[in-house]
């Protein structure tokens, strides 16, 4: 029986056309980046199981990993996510690393997912880390970098969002004002976290289940109306948080200078579930009305090196995924057309004793930085331009008997339909014509 | 208990000046791969293992593959190589497609290693493969782009060569030759793979188990003793293998008229192992004393497709490891100096008050394609210049008490030691002294 030519289920294969876009993705990524400063890390495709445990809990470890002993009896899995090999990675080096440090990468991940639109099995995801910034800046310059990655490709406050919250305010309001429990506290989170996603009606019988007081109730209650910046400094004010309103008025003013303020948008429900955060939460939201979701997440963070037994290193990061990007970009139409290939010539010859020059001349343009591209069998003149235009080449030659019996070619240039009978002895005129 | 930091067995943490490196490497391999317009591919982390074993038998698979069965009972493993995804890949299209087919890709491997010196349990190949080339013209060009990707590191024939044998002319001796049987056949097969690494007699004691009359002893001891291209054409011809040997000479024609030729070197024990290679076969030769390995090898095949059910394609392809090439590299001192990352700008102030600025002349500066990096906290005079040079930077600015009430910066070239006091009014003068 033939085998199965289809890739395995929820992964992809990037076909040419495919992976130029992936490509292009991958180079804003890196450019922007690489702009702030950032400097690009990897680590292993596989971990230990013990690490993943330690971060997040048995729930993904049960049910999303793919995890499984290896031939020397170690419990591995392939990463999920990168976060736990970055918190290894920098536990090694950061005592002795000037600060901040400023990280990214681009790995391929994987989790058991049921495949749907946004989620597969295999995806990449930008990941960019600051560690050891002074105050709020951390949480400003990634902001500043996620931001400035989707101006890079085109996007701008009409197409996308950022909901944005802080932890610490969280904190307080269920630990300082609603006298809230451990316990309470958790589940509060959760039931914070799923606000929007239910009704009215399934959130109220939520938050009666967890026992708080009328008061802490009606405090839960405000504490979700909350929708604008200057609301939350008053209802902190108003309850006497004022660190935690200095601290995030402190933020906003930074928005301000850094010229992102007119993204942000307060939202109390943004809690980024019961991960490590600590400040700053955000999740940037996608405009358009058929594609509402969130396409990045991130947040800032106090103890990622506590399982290592390391000193506390405030850090503040994000992922962003591939295929929600993709999807970001197609339905905003940002995504350029790269179906077709970018070469600079394309070498044929219309007489089989033409190959000699053609291998020749090859050599030479690629040693000149030039993308070349030989058609191995003499090709007829009307099949020359179709199959040039499939690679999108810039240049055709033509070496027909006249051009061989002169030592000459035609060199062609495809946008312009100019052609130029040139001599091979004038090398030079012929990169200069290709490279101009 | 506190985890390890250690990466999993086998396995690679890339910090930045190791992703640098790595960078620097695939950067070099796509350049090469794309100036003879070959386009970049990539296909999923996990394959079902029926692939492998269709294609590699069941040794591989039991040994040194990853292999584990998904949470849906699917059999699967992480790829210990490309080429079964590429022909998977390759028999959904290639119908289709205008041939030739150029793909190359640079996708991380895993197999089971006892790790050792060249040998991890993750690795990265470059591999470049063409398919539909008439004749012999896609051996040349596969021979050619691994040559000047080499080349493109700073190689040259004073550090490698091409040790390299023709398939078609080793299955002729043996079966037309000598008249082995298919199994004879294949023990010779392993055994002339082992008869470089063995001693004269342990290859005598292995010939002689497999059964040959004394006639065709001689022929194989004869074969085992080709050093040259002239002796095969010559041990061809003299024993009337007229078609191979006008299919080589016209290989022998080919390489010197591309120019490649000084690179090639035959040697009758390059046969790949019981590979799928149907004609030339070949592997790069590290010539230096310490390092005397394969760096790479390849070689052309007609039947890749055969295990979908689809007509023959013949195609021609190498794979080349990121290890063996960096030990390569390094031991011929070809590799740069990647310590430290490479910006354009550190933006420091001395004063709190410089924030400020800082924070909006960096967006700026980004805006115009800068590498920018700020400190967010005011630096010392005496600490900017050890900072900026651990971070690579080819300029500092400089912002005081009196930079801040005259609304100017000072720009230092870290190179010339030039420094210009410039006012934040004139942002071109900035970016055009940074730029220059």
Same mark, same amino acid.
């Given at each position: 029986?033939?085998?199965?030519?289809?890739?395995?289920?929820?992964?992809?294969?990037? =076909?040419?056309?495919?992976?130029?876009?992936?490509?292009?993705?991958? #180079?804003?990524?890196?450019?922007? !980046?690489?702009?702030?400063?950032?400097?690009?890390?990897?680590?292993?495709?596989?971990? *230990?199981? *013990?690490?993943?445990?330690?971060?997040? #809990?048995?729930?993904?470890?049960?049910?999303?990993?793919?995890?499984?002993? &290896?031939?020397?009896?170690? =419990?591995?899995?392939?990463?999920?996510?990168?976060?736990?090999?970055?918190?290894?990675?920098?536990?090694?080096?950061?005592?002795?690393?000037?600060?901040?440090?400023?990280?990214?990468?681009?790995?391929?991940?994987?989790?058991?997912?049921?495949?749907?639109? #946004?989620?597969?099995? *295999?995806?990449?995801?930008?990941?960019?880390?600051?560690?050891?910034?002074?105050?709020?800046?951390?949480?400003?310059?990634?902001?500043?970098?996620?931001?400035? /990655?989707?101006?890079?490709?085109?996007?701008?406050?009409?197409?996308?969002?950022?909901?944005?919250? &802080?932890?610490?305010?969280?904190?307080?309001?269920?630990?300082?004002?609603?006298?809230?429990?451990?316990?309470?506290?958790?589940?509060?989170?959760?039931?914070?976290?799923?606000?929007?996603?239910?009704? !009215?009606? $399934?959130?109220?019988?939520?938050?009666?289940?967890?026992?708080?007081?009328?008061?802490?109730?009606?405090?839960?209650?405000?504490?979700?109306?909350?929708?604008?910046?200057?609301?939350?400094?008053?209802?902190?004010?108003?309850?006497?948080?004022?660190?935690?309103?200095?601290?995030?008025?402190?933020?906003?003013?930074?928005?301000?200078?850094?010229?992102?303020?007119?993204?942000?948008?307060?939202?109390?429900?943004?809690?980024?579930?019961?991960?490590?955060?600590?400040?700053?939460? =955000?999740?940037?939201?996608?405009?358009?009305?058929?594609?509402?979701?969130?396409?990045? #997440?991130?947040?800032?963070? $106090?103890?990622?090196?506590?399982?290592?037994?390391? &000193?506390?290193?405030?850090?503040?990061?994000?992922?962003?995924?591939?295929?929600?990007?993709?999807?970001?970009?197609?339905?905003?139409?940002?995504?350029?057309?790269?179906?077709?290939?970018?070469?600079?010539?394309?070498?044929? =010859?219309?007489?089989?004793?033409? /190959?000699?020059?053609?291998?020749? /001349?090859?050599?030479?343009?690629?040693?000149?930085?030039?993308?070349?591209?030989?058609?191995?069998?003499?090709?007829?003149?009307?099949?020359?331009?179709?199959?040039?235009?499939?690679?999108?080449?810039?240049?055709?030659?033509?070496?027909?008997?006249?051009?061989?019996?002169?030592?000459?070619?035609?060199?062609?240039?495809?946008?312009?339909?100019?052609?130029?009978? /040139?001599?091979?002895?004038?090398?030079?005129?012929?990169?200069?014509?290709?490279?101009?």
């Amino acid at each position: 029986m033939a085998l199965n030519k289809q890739p395995y289920r929820g992964t992809r294969d990037f =076909f040419p056309k495919d992976k130029r876009v992936r490509d292009y993705l991958f #180079g804003i990524m890196t450019k922007t !980046a690489e702009s702030f400063g950032y400097e690009s890390y990897d680590g292993p495709l596989l971990e *230990e199981v *013990e690490l993943y445990k330690a971060k997040s #809990g048995e729930e993904l470890i049960n049910e999303q990993i793919y995890s499984f002993t &290896d031939r020397g009896e170690r =419990f591995v899995a392939i990463r999920p996510e990168m976060t736990p090999t970055l918190a290894r990675m920098v536990s090694q080096i950061h005592r002795e690393s000037a600060k901040p440090l400023r990280w990214f990468s681009i790995p391929n991940l994987m989790r058991y997912e049921k495949p749907q639109r #946004g989620r597969v099995r *295999e995806h990449w995801q930008l990941n960019c880390d600051v560690f050891g910034c002074p105050g709020r800046l951390g949480e400003i310059e990634i902001l500043q970098v996620a931001i400035e /990655l989707l101006e890079n490709f085109g996007a701008n406050p009409t197409h996308f969002e950022i909901l944005i919250n &802080d932890r610490a305010i969280v904190d307080a309001v269920f630990k300082t004002m609603m006298n809230s429990t451990s316990e309470q506290s958790h589940r509060l989170y959760k039931i914070v976290d799923r606000a929007k996603k239910v009704s !009215a009606e $399934a959130l109220q019988k939520m938050i009666s289940e967890v026992g708080l007081t009328i008061d802490s109730e009606k405090i839960l209650l405000n504490y979700l109306n909350l929708s604008n910046f200057e609301d939350v400094s008053h209802f902190l004010q108003n309850n006497n948080l004022n660190e935690e309103a200095f601290l995030f008025e402190n933020f906003i003013t930074l928005a301000k200078k850094a010229n992102i303020e007119r993204y942000l948008k307060y939202d109390p429900t943004i809690v980024r579930g019961l991960d490590y955060y600590t400040g700053i939460v =955000f999740e940037i939201y996608d405009k358009h009305p058929e594609n509402r979701r969130a396409l990045c #997440g991130g947040g800032a963070y $106090a103890n990622l090196l506590q399982i290592f037994d390391e &000193d506390p290193l405030p850090g503040v990061g994000f992922g962003l995924g591939d295929v929600t990007l993709k999807d970001f970009l197609e339905v905003h139409k940002l995504l350029p057309n790269l179906e077709t290939p970018s070469n600079d010539v394309y070498l044929t =010859f219309q007489e089989d004793e033409g /190959l000699d020059v053609t291998l020749e /001349l090859a050599k030479i343009l690629r040693a000149n930085q030039l993308k070349v591209i030989t058609n191995f069998e003499s090709l007829k003149f009307k099949k020359v331009f179709p199959a040039a235009e499939k690679k999108g080449a810039k240049f055709v030659t033509l070496i027909g008997s006249e051009e061989l019996s002169n030592n000459q070619i035609q060199l062609k240039n495809l946008h312009t339909k100019e052609q130029h009978t /040139l001599s091979l002895k004038n090398l030079d005129e012929i990169i200069k014509i290709i490279k101009a």
